[in-house]
């Protein structure tokens, strides 16, 4: 017949061993992290728009042009959706039929990851600045729109997307349908 004393040695060495080896190797492991791809993001984009009502009036029938945006994407996981959010500021030029306007905006996208073909929602805003007559032809716009990107290599994917632009200042508001195509780019 066993001791009890004896039991409780046996059971107090295993529960010793298994801790000490579980802690050593719990050294190797990476942290977990709920943002494991989170990091600096950018994305240079091609744009065009065309006028959808009225337009007769400056800044309203077309425009084409580039756009850069730099900023900070986290990735979240949850309820088995891998996704992800950015929020970064940009800058650019945009070509119009009657000038040139600079954009200077916010933008925000949501992109739900997946391992070719990504769908993003995005909302833009901010302001178009004139160079001519800043305070006569300076507009503010929003645009929403979504897309798709298209995983090239780990990090790069090209993205193509349709949206809607709408512009306001100086006594007028247009509006466009716009079409954007670019480069993301993750390191």
Not at 78 to 87: H, I, T
Not at 117 to 146: C, H, W
Request: aromatic fraction near 12%; charge should be positive; hydrophobic fraction near 45%.
């Amino acid at each position: 017949m066993i001791k009890q004393e004896g039991i409780k040695k046996i059971v107090i060495i295993c529960a010793l061993f298994i801790f000490i080896f579980n802690a050593a190797d719990a050294q190797r492991r990476r942290p977990i992290t709920l943002n494991t791809g989170s990091g600096y993001v950018t994305i240079n984009e091609m744009t065009g728009g065309y006028g959808l009502a009225g337009t007769s009036s400056d800044y309203a029938d077309y425009f084409y042009g580039f756009t850069t945006t730099h900023g900070y994407q986290w990735n979240m996981r949850g309820l088995g959706v891998n996704q992800s959010m950015s929020g970064a500021m940009g800058a650019g030029i945009l070509i119009y039929e009657s000038g040139k306007l600079f954009p200077l905006f916010g933008d925000l996208r949501f992109t739900i990851n997946r391992a070719k073909v990504s769908p993003y929602f995005m909302a833009r805003g901010g302001m178009l600045i004139s160079s001519e007559n800043f305070d006569k032809l300076t507009q503010l716009f929003i645009n929403a729109g979504a897309g798709v990107n298209i995983k090239i290599i780990g990090n790069l994917a090209v993205n193509l997307g349709p949206g809607l632009l709408i512009q306001a200042g100086g006594g007028a508001r247009e509006s466009f349908v716009t079409m954007n195509a670019g480069i993301w780019f993750k390191p």
